[in-house]
């Protein structure tokens, strides 16, 4: 049995928290949520927040499932659509900045074996 979720719209680049992502990936939950509060970055609070959101998902759809067998098997973080905006230069010119955002999905599943 498997379960997820989803964090749509995350204000941070995909690439940052693709950084965090790759790091727990394949791990134990248990150990996933250890590595995920001892991290420096500021994606993984709500990171940890959405693995927890998997688990809970999880027990929803299965009651009863052993907590210690549960896996993280797989974390996908996607390009979400970016706000545009433009921050004035010299010469009348202007830079432009993007703003940008990602979709980070997780999937929960019981070890086997």
Known sequence: ??????LRYYKGSPQKV???ADIVRGHGVSRALAILKLTHKRCARDLEKLVRSAVAN?????????????????????????????????????YPRLHRFCHVTVQVAEREG
């Open 1 to 6: 049995m498997q379960a997820e979720a989803r």
């Open 58 to 94: 999880l027990e929803q759809k299965s009651p009863g499932v052993d907590a210690g067998k549960l896996v993280l098997t797989s974390i996908q973080v996607n390009q979400a659509a970016s706000l545009k905006r433009f921050r004035a230069a010299s010469m009348g010119r202007v």
């Open 18 to 20: 693709r950084l965090v």
